[in-house]
């Protein structure tokens, strides 16, 4: 396989016009453990599956999580799990495929949902730090602030700026020529391994990159860190210890999805591109770990998502039972 991909990925001079087929590399490992990567792949994909929909199905279900806080919630839950279907089921297949290939209308849908998705994940969580804010430092004036009107506007506008930001760098990317090789040393289509492939001039590519990447990333930061500024300064003022840990606790598990995907974001584009291996594996902690851990820290640490599971599982077996 690895034999036919090289083969493949060297087949002369083209340009981005006459690219029909890309060809994922994916992990460079010996044959026998492909099977024992489908098994992860798979079982981290089935976690991902089984632990974003139970906490959308926990959300609609229980009408005492009908907050802005847990809008915000199953909107996330409804984001890792697209973005997730975007790469895993693909680099599947592809560990038992000969080929290995991707058209190029299915890499540029691949690199467009990925590049939407990520991007509104991150306005997201700057919208729910901001959430947080407004029910910790202005607590009665939570429920005017946070209307539904307005948790809709911030939710529309994440997948507005996810929808612009991914326009832009699919344009960008597929507009460059590509000469060199058609294989993507990759397990799906991204951005980076592309531009590896082009024979064009890249540097004002990587120049719009990264300003884009710096008017996305900067913005929700700020507004991150402000937040929990405010928050912390207002919650060592709170006398008791119990009001403190309840307040806190409000915002632990959101830090620690946070912390999840920026850690993992930055640890992939900060690896440099004489590291291609080290990168997939950067690559994988933000496409399909941080969708599986981002429902279990909630849920883990989420007193009110915990009760609703089990009441909603008792409903169930009652049900299951009386039949």
């Known amino acids: 396989a690895s034999q036919q991909v090289s083969a493949m990925g060297d087949m002369g001079t083209t340009n981005h016009s006459e690219v029909t087929d890309f060809i994922l590399v994916g992990f460079r490992v010996h044959p026998e453990l492909h099977i024992l990567l489908f098994l992860l792949f798979l079982f981290v994909y089935a976690m991902i599956l089984l632990g974003n929909i139970g906490i959308m199905v926990i959300i609609m279900k229980e009408p005492r999580l009908n907050t802005p806080m847990y809008f915000f919630l199953g909107n996330l839950s409804f984001i890792d799990l697209f973005y997730s279907s975007v790469i895993a089921p693909k680099a599947m297949i592809n560990f038992w495929s000969e080929s290995k290939s991707i058209s190029f209308a299915g890499c540029v849908t691949q690199l467009f949902l990925f590049a939407l998705f990520i991007v509104t994940e991150g306005f997201l969580l700057a919208a729910m730090a901001y959430d947080r804010f407004i029910a910790i430092c202005n607590p009665l004036l939570y429920s005017v602030q946070m209307s539904t009107r307005f948790c809709v506007q911030l939710v529309a506008g994440s997948y507005f700026c996810g929808c612009i930001s991914s326009v832009l760098q699919a344009s960008m990317t597929f507009t460059l020529s590509f000469c060199a090789s058609w294989t993507i040393d990759h397990f799906y289509c991204d951005d980076r391994p592309l531009q590896r492939l082009s024979c064009s001039t890249i540097f004002i590519h990587k120049l719009v990159s990264y300003c884009l990447s710096g ?104 049900l299951f039972i009386s039949v």
């Open 215 to 318: 008017i996305i990333i900067l913005p929700t930061i700020i507004v991150i860190i402000v937040s929990y500024l405010y928050i912390v300064s207002t919650v060592v003022k709170i006398p008791s210890t119990e009001g403190r840990q309840k307040a806190f606790s409000t915002c632990s598990s959101h830090l620690g999805v946070v912390s999840v995907l920026y850690g993992a974001g930055s640890f992939m584009y900060l690896t440099p591109d004489t590291y291609p291996e080290l990168s997939k594996v950067a690559s994988l902690c933000y496409t399909l770990l941080t969708p599986m851990l981002n429902p279990l820290i909630y849920s883990v640490r989420n007193k009110d998502v915990k009760e609703a599971l089990r009441k909603i599982l008792r409903e169930n077996i009652f």
